[in-house]
Structure formats: structure tokens, C-alpha cells
């Protein structure tokens, strides 16, 4: 994962051509976002499914309720290499994406109500709630469990995509400036997403792809 400067500069640099690569990585996994569930590289050969979920959110809770509107942004620690991952909030639904800069990324979508989030994809799942202003969770990759406490950020910072040319950029802007992002091309593999586009869209919580 490389970090840039400001996400403003980052779009100029764009404007003029700049290019900015991140790590090369030696796997591709299935994220298209056209889809409902994306998909992870297996953190081990023949490992089970993501555990099922018990319960549901509660109609009737008094838990801490979720803003109409958020973006969340945090690294998730890993004992390979750390993830960085993006939440966003719109109403009761919500779209998160992690990724490595690598090989590993995955699209979840799911609820945000009634205080518990539920986020699902391809052996992947985010099982979380809000905790002051911060979203304090779990992320599920394959067997592997990942607590994580994302705080919120503010615009520029969140999720971005771009589609060019049949494949799919996407993109997570940190509070800082930083950018971590994979392109999924067309034939299903991966490479580092160049530098932010120009043209990039934020992703909102209750977008259809």
C-alpha cells in the first residue's frame, strides 16, 4: 500500500497525467460490484465458509442508531498484512469494501438499522455497531475473524469507482490523504489501481450497480 498526498492534489495530478501505483500483488479475487457478494482470496486452503450470524436486528432496540449519512474509514490488522476498509452509511443500508493494495479485496453490502450493521459478500461478512461516533465491529474473511473500530470521516475521504475500458478501479481515500485501491479487469484479475481518476464516483450506502 502506497500513501499519497492530499486527495486534491491527487486529482490535479490526475488532470496532468500523474500516475500513482501501488504494490504489485500476485493474486486476483472476484469483487465486481456489479454483483451482490463479492469475492476474497481463501486465507487457507480448504477453509470453511464465513460462520453463520445468530440473531437479527431487534425492531424494538434502544441501541445507539446509526447517522442518515456516514463514511467510515480504518486499517484492520492482520497476521499477513494489514487491510484497509471503508464503510458508508445511507439511510438503513450500507456498502463496505476492503482491500490490501494487493490481492485481496472484497464488495459487502447489507442493513444498518436499528443499531447492528450486517454486511455480506463472497465468504465475507461485517457484523457491527455504532460505538460513540466510532463503528465498532468484526470482519469476516473465510475462518479468519478481524475486530476492527473504523472512526468517521469526512468527504473527500471514503469510497470511490471508476469503470474503464471493461475493467473496475476502486478506491478508499483515507482522513489523510492516502489512497489504497485494486483494479479488477475484465478476465477476473487483479492489478493496483492507478491514481485516483478524475472522474471517480463516491459511493453511497444505498447504490444498485
Not at 467510515?72 to 499477513?80: G, H, I, L, P
Request: hydrophobic share 35%.
Amino acid at each position: 500500500m502506497k500513501r499519497a498526498g492530499p486527495v486534491v492534489t491527487l486529482l490535479a495530478v490526475a488532470a496532468l497525467g500523474g500516475g500513482l501505483l501501488l504494490t504489485n500483488f500476485t493474486h486476483g479475487v472476484d469483487s465486481s460490484p456489479t454483483s451482490t457478494a463479492a469475492t476474497v482470496a481463501p486465507t487457507s486452503a480448504g477453509a470453511p465458509g464465513v460462520p453463520a450470524t445468530t440473531g437479527a436486528p431487534n425492531p424494538g432496540s434502544t441501541a445507539a442508531v446509526f447517522p442518515a449519512q456516514a463514511d467510515y474509514v480504518t486499517t484492520v490488522a492482520t497476521s499477513s498484512r494489514p487491510l484497509t476498509l471503508s464503510v458508508t452509511v445511507t439511510g438503513t443500508k450500507a456498502v463496505a469494501y476492503v482491500c490490501d493494495g494487493a490481492a485481496v479485496e472484497s464488495w459487502l453490502r447489507g442493513t444498518a438499522i436499528d443499531g447492528r450493521m450486517l454486511l455480506t459478500g463472497n465468504n465475507s461478512q461485517i457484523d457491527a455497531t455504532p460505538e460513540g461516533e466510532n463503528l465498532r465491529g468484526t470482519l469476516a474473511l473465510g475462518d479468519r475473524r478481524h475486530d476492527f473500530t473504523a472512526p468517521p470521516v469526512e468527504p473527500p475521504a471514503g469510497l470511490y469507482t471508476a469503470r474503464t475500458e471493461g475493467s473496475r478501479d476502486s478506491w478508499i481515500v483515507g482522513p489523510d490523504g492516502s489512497v489504497t485501491g485494486v483494479r479488477r479487469q475484465s478476465d477476473g484479475t487483479t492489478t493496483p489501481a492507478p491514481q485516483l481518476a478524475v472522474d471517480a464516483r463516491k459511493v453511497q450506502g444505498d447504490d444498485e450497480f
